[in-house]
């Protein structure tokens, strides 16, 4: 709730100097840059922004959809930095990991995200570990000493990396199976018993398992990653007061900046600063909207949601990060 308090005061300190400009940025059509395929979390929370923001917006233009999926959302936040247009007519619910990634392999992407103006902040999406309630172990403790045999996606994936950072760090006996197609894969192979948990998004939970995530069903949760406690799952620990070192921690608190930016909202680099004020104004307005906020309940999208400010101030402690914290992550962030 207080998020959602930040954003109502930063839309009425925005709405004065955003209004003088209005007349001057109307648009017919402005194209959202979705760093993914059609369907999935992201074109949900898509398909719900645009039809709030066209409202918000001068001139009321038309949000045209641009599925750009590739490379972990790399395609996407290059084509923004190098290609897109900087007069407002583009903006991009950026790839949670654009930040992280930059600095885990710098030679393999051709944006800054630093250069990348801040909007708003729709949601960050807390993740979470899952076991079944017949799993070998079903808490830290048990974990260190029997064996839980863990779905993933890829090695890269931080459902692969998180468990195997808690195998060096704390000496847990998780065992990895890579090469899942995706989420709900690895949930079918958790209810046959082919694996006996997973990380996720609490999102992907909540819409594809809600008795999971309500504490009932086959699985339970055992902690959450992400900057705080998500309000649906209040008593559950953060990855991140689990850990048993400083740099344990630190690692964690990294890998988890990108549950924190979550679906945040960005325009390109250069874009007038007239511009991005309305733009700004826009988006605080609609996540100040109570038809919004219904209609994110009714999709069963959190609304932890932060202004402009708040979402600069997670790419700039993400750059401030420790070179010895990220060659640790990046050791195990290894897709080879």
């Given at each position: 709730m207080k998020s959602i308090c930040r954003v109502i005061i930063a839309a009425t300190c925005l709405v004065g100097a955003a209004a003088a400009q209005a007349n001057e940025f109307e648009l017919r059509s402005v194209h959202l840059v979705i760093p993914a395929g059609p369907?999935?979390?992201?074109?949900?929370?898509?398909?719900?922004?645009?039809?709030?923001?066209?409202?918000?917006?001068?001139?009321?233009?038309?949000?045209?959809?641009q599925y750009m999926s590739g490379a972990?959302?790399?395609?996407?936040?290059?084509?923004?930095?190098?290609?897109?247009?900087?007069?407002?007519?583009?903006?991009?619910?950026?790839?949670?990991?654009?930040?992280?990634?930059?600095?885990?392999?710098p030679d393999r992407v051709a944006y800054d995200a630093r250069k990348f103006i801040p909007l708003g902040t729709v949601s960050s999406l807390n993740s979470v570990l899952?076991?079944?309630h017949d799993a070998p172990a079903?808490?830290?403790?048990?974990?260190?000493?029997?064996?839980?045999?863990?779905g993933s996606t890829g090695r890269g994936s931080y459902q692969f990396v998180v468990p195997t950072l808690m195998n060096k760090?704390?000496?847990?006996?998780?065992?990895?199976?890579?090469?899942f197609a995706g989420t709900n894969d690895i949930?079918?192979?958790?209810?046959?018993?082919?694996?006996?948990?997973?990380?996720?998004?609490l999102l992907a939970i909540q819409t594809l398992r809600p008795d999971w995530a309500g504490g009932e069903g086959i699985a339970k949760i055992v902690f959450q990653m992400g900057d705080r406690a998500d309000p649906a799952i209040p008593s559950i620990p953060l990855l991140t007061t689990l850990a048993t070192s400083e740099k344990e921690r630190a690692v964690y608190a990294f890998l988890s900046l990108e549950r924190t930016l979550g679906r945040s909202l960005v325009a390109p680099p250069g874009t007038p600063e007239d511009r991005v004020k309305v733009l700004q104004s826009a988006v605080a307005a609609v996540l100040s909207d109570p038809e919004?906020?219904?209609?994110?309940?009714?999709?069963?999208?959190?609304?932890?949601?932060?202004?402009?400010?708040?979402?600069?101030?997670?790419?700039?402690?993400?750059?401030?990060?420790?070179?010895?914290?990220?060659?640790?992550?990046?050791?195990?962030?290894?897709?080879?």
């Open positions: 369907g999935g979390a992201f074109g949900t929370f898509a398909q719900v922004l645009s039809k709030f923001l066209t409202k918000q917006l001068p001139g009321n233009p038309t949000i045209i959809p972990g959302g790399i395609r996407a936040s290059n084509y923004m930095a190098n290609t897109a247009p900087s007069d407002g007519s583009v903006l991009y619910l950026m790839h949670e990991s654009a930040v992280t990634y930059q600095l885990l392999y899952l076991v079944r079903t808490e830290l403790a048990g974990f260190k000493l029997k064996q839980d045999i863990l760090f704390q000496g847990t006996k998780f065992t990895l199976i890579p090469g949930i079918l192979a958790l209810e046959r018993g082919e694996v006996h948990g997973m990380l996720a998004s919004f906020q219904a209609s994110c309940i009714e999709q069963k999208i959190p609304l932890i949601s932060g202004t402009p400010s708040d979402l600069q101030a997670t790419i700039d402690r993400a750059f401030a990060t420790s070179q010895d914290v990220i060659a640790t992550a990046r050791q195990y962030m290894s897709d080879k």
